[in-house]
Each structure stands twice: as structure tokens, then as C-alpha cells.
């Protein structure tokens, strides 16, 4: 058994239809639990933070979900049948074993215990289990892909 607790909660005003649609993500703002604000301190200047949440509304049923289909290219103009079918590690699907959120937002400004960001795609009331710089050593140079992810790529659909 692995116990985390969460660092603070993230606090948006879009609804949860508005998280769901949005390509680029919302505003919002990571509300860090007093007992952690002094983790903030040296991190005004970074432009964007990678944050770590737990998918709190995720089911069961959902967590047994191994194969999907990249949903968030149908916003786009592809078909369900146009997309792929692949592992849910190959994706940025929610429905996972371990319903862990990865986040890369945008720093608007911190204020006390408060980062407002956008670029947020978590919502209103989502555990934050971790905030990380995203920093110089992060950047892959000339990554590569498979070729389903390639096919995407170069009809102009990025997931």
C-alpha cells in the first residue's frame, strides 16, 4: 500500500465540461496548504511548473481501462475510427491503473500559498501531489516517436 498526502488543491472556476473541452486548459490557481508554503520559496521566475495531482474522480471501473483511443484529437475534426487504438500508457488518458495527473502550466504569478496558472487541465478541487520546476534538464532534444504517433504528427493532430 503506497499512502500520499496531498500539498494543496487545485481551485479553478471553470466547470468541469469547460476543463473537459478546452484544448490549451483553463486559469486557475494551486492553493498549497499552509504547511508546505514554505516549499514556494525560490520558485517565483520559473515560467512554467510541472504538477502532479491525483484524478480523484477516476472510478474503478475506469482504473481497469488498458486500451483507448486519443478522444481529445475528435475535438479537432478526427473521427473515433480515425484514431488508434493503443495502451493507456501511450496517452494522456485519465483512465489509468494509478489515476495520476501530469500537468505542465504556465505561471502567472504566486502570491503567498497561491500559484495562479494557465494552462491548467485538472479540475476544481483535484489533490496536488507535487509541484516541480520545469527547468533547462527537461528539454528533449530531437525526441522520437511511434509511427501511429507520427501519422498524427504530420497530419497536423498533436495528443
Excluded: C
Aim: glycine share 6%.
Amino acid at each position: 500500500m503506497i499512502s500520499l498526502k496531498p500539498v494543496g488543491f487545485v481551485r479553478t472556476e471553470a466547470s468541469r465540461d469547460e476543463v473537459k473541452e478546452s484544448l490549451e486548459g483553463v486559469d486557475g490557481h494551486l492553493e498549497v496548504l499552509e504547511e508546505y508554503e514554505a516549499a514556494l520559496r525560490g520558485l517565483e521566475g520559473f515560467s512554467h511548473l510541472i504538477v502532479l495531482t491525483y484524478l480523484h474522480e477516476v472510478t474503478e471501473e475506469q482504473r481497469s481501462t488498458l486500451l483507448v483511443r486519443p478522444r481529445r484529437l475528435i475535438k479537432l475534426g478526427l473521427r473515433l475510427e480515425d484514431l488508434p487504438e493503443v495502451g493507456v500508457f501511450a496517452t494522456d488518458s485519465p483512465h489509468r491503473p494509478n489515476p495520476i495527473g501530469l500537468h505542465l502550466v504556465r505561471v502567472r504569478s504566486i502570491v503567498g500559498k497561491r500559484i495562479y496558472v494557465s494552462n491548467l487541465d485538472a479540475f476544481d478541487g483535484t489533490p496536488i501531489l507535487d509541484i516541480r520546476p520545469y527547468t533547462r534538464s527537461r528539454i528533449v532534444e530531437n525526441p522520437s516517436f511511434p509511427q501511429w504517433y507520427s501519422r498524427l504528427l504530420d497530419r497536423g493532430f498533436d495528443i
